[in-house]
């Protein structure tokens, strides 16, 4: 089991910054991809971002493109989404996840382990 643990979301006002980490255990840390979820009320979980189990190559859904950044720290077994320019639309439960597969897809269904959430809300 690997457990993940997401922390830094809150309340900012719309054009502001957050800075979420989410801190990995219990299993080798660089064996996975890492990726980046969000949840709005009542709507389904998206996709948000994906970083190789290396570091090397990272995946951006559309929406976040040029304002998010996603990034490791495998000697620390620590990811981190840098989210700049925020919007009230990217206000959601914001969940990070572990792949074992090194095929690069949006599905959560392909994660193997998820934290908890953090929430982030952008108020305009």
């Known amino acids: 089991q690997m457990q993940l643990v997401e922390s830094g979301g809150g309340l900012v006002q719309a054009g502001g910054s957050l800075r979420l980490s989410c801190a990995a255990s219990g299993r080798t840390f660089r064996n996975y991809a890492m990726g980046w979820f969000r949840q709005a009320p009542g709507k389904e979980r998206d996709f948000v971002a994906r970083?190789?189990?290396?570091?090397?190559?990272?995946y951006y859904a559309d929406s976040v493109k040029g304002r998010f950044t996603i990034s490791r720290d495998n000697a620390k077994s620590i990811v981190t989404l840098q989210m700049n320019s925020l919007k009230p639309e990217d206000t959601a439960v914001y969940y990070c996840a572990a792949d074992s597969s090194p095929i690069t897809s949006p599905s959560p269904y392909q994660y193997d382990y998820w934290g908890q959430g953090t929430q982030v809300t952008v108020s305009s």
């Open positions: 970083i190789s189990s290396s570091g090397g190559t990272t």
